[in-house]
């Protein structure tokens, strides 16, 4: 065990104290230690667990960030100077700072600054802090003591109001993060339907003693529920921005507890912030906790009944039960699977009303488009048209959609030109819906087999779903060898067919390997895997056919093995071949096909031509 060790961590500009994180600040006096002390005599170990793990706490606890910040703003130096003094004979550190390495700290200054820290930091009794000047989250007490201290809080370091403090603590002391959004409901796009739907909740705030003269209980949590990137928390913060409420939100995940009883403790303090401050501010508050499912679904526990899942996810409803109707609390929570929701969850009084937000149809996707190709600040080449770009984009989430208007400006501005072109365009769509940029073309064999891949695909799709494809290309991008870019999506009421022509989608891909380059690759491992995940839903998440439970993983075997049978039987009809060769001709010619491309090669085996 080491003698006591002095650490010196000198000019900590102000500008990269803002940048730190927690594991920058630990390995920033890490290498500061290694520097000034003979680490080969000490026990690193020791120094790792006591120093840097605590150093680690008092940046968590916001102390040493908000204390030189404040020494910037009280003594307008742009460095100060840490000093860290290790006793291994004793449990604390002692933490002085200063403005100059040489400044003395008078007894006076000791005992008012020790008087504040006692305060603040109580929840880190091992970690003694002393120092000319305090952390701006102190400074009503730090002002009371000016005196003693000989120094004035500059205008501006602290909260401006009693609310903003409370706000900054529960986002500190709790699992919460509370903000005023600036978004409102005019800014959401959505059907008509939807839009009512939610001005409905604004309703209840702006208007709740209506409600309650007229003797009709508001809802106390409203669900929101659908796929990835559909804007279920955007539509939750222009609520709350539109009646100028509070906005709390967390994941429940972050409230799931690693210790038994840690769970259900972070739900109360939530909502007892919640409580506190609606009744603090005078206004209401939206608590919105995202991915519901994380502990909500009771049916795939980890810890059996009576875990910490169950703990946490009882809290909850105890909670909410709680209510009442003065209290002006709504909470609002957002999942993307809510047939695995706890039935407790989604009965009336807890989450018994329902909102789904899908994918937007075309009305609203075109606007989304309109809306973020707008604020790009770059115009559209001439002859590019939104609903050009809106026919690229169907089956994509308004998440998507955004990423794609950035993706385009930035290919644009690297481009050096100063008009965004359908090639800067359909290069962004397919960057985000790969994740990856364009590779360089591999050998000519395996371009051949990608070719007829992705052209199976296509034949499948137009075969079972009758749509033809926005896209197929056979570039390679990431792991892709290339991609088709389906118009066909996997939401709202599917029937039994539905989900057996999606497999074949699927399928098909490997499917026109076989039959037209006579052997079969790995390359469809994702398209395999896809088609066990939904198989797998259609039997036991909605039941569709009859099935042994223990037999589950060979009946999707078998199944899938059938399907794909009668999928190459299907592919070497005449007529389906032919059409699929001269796909293959063509996409081997282009590189890329759109669905006007694409439309008048399947016309022959098409139920209809809609496009």
Known sequence: MPEQITVRVANVKKEYLETLTPLAWTNDFGKTFKATTDVDKVDYDWVKNNVLNTIEKIYLNGGLQSLIIWIYDTFDKD???????????KTGILMEASTDPTATITKDTRVAVDTIIGNIHAELPDIFVRT???????????????SAVGATM??????TTDIDRLCEEISKNTKAEVVKPKETLADYICNPLLKTELEEIRDFFEHSATYKSAGVNIPKGILFKGPWGTGKTYAARCIAGTVDCFFMTCTASALQGQYIGSGAENIRMIFKAAKVLSEKSGK??????????????????????GGEEDRTLNQLLAEMSGFTESENIMVLAATNFPERLDSALMRSGRFGRQITIDYPDDFERLHMVKYYFDKIKMPLEAGVKHETISDLTKGLTPADIKEISNEAGILTIRQGKSEITLDNINEAVNKVITKNIRHPDGESEFIKLVTAHECGHVLAEVLYNDTIPIKVTNYSYGDAGGFTQTASVMTGLLSKEKFIDHIRMLLGGRVAEETICGYITNGASNDLAKAKAI??????????????????????????????????????????????TKLIEQLSSKRVLYAEDIAPLVASIRKKVVF
Do not use: W
């Open 154 to 159: 500059p205008t501006g370091s602290t909260p």
């Open 79 to 89: 460095f100060c100077v840490i000093t860290l003094t290790i006793d291994p004979g």
């Open 535 to 580: 198989l797998k839903s259609y039997y036991k998440d909605y039941n569709l056919e009859p099935y042994e439970t223990d037999k589950l993983e060979q009946i999707v075997l078998d199944r899938i093995h059938k399907i794909y049978e009668d999928l190459l039987d299907e592919f070497n009809v005449e007529e389906n071949k032919n059409v699929l």
């Open 284 to 305: 209401g508050v939206i608590l919105f906790i995202d991915e519901l499912d994380s502990f909500g679904d009771r049916q795939n526990r980890s810890g059996g009944a």
């Open 132 to 146: 000319i000047s305090s952390a701006k989250t102190i400074s009503a007490t730090l002002s009371s003591m000016a």
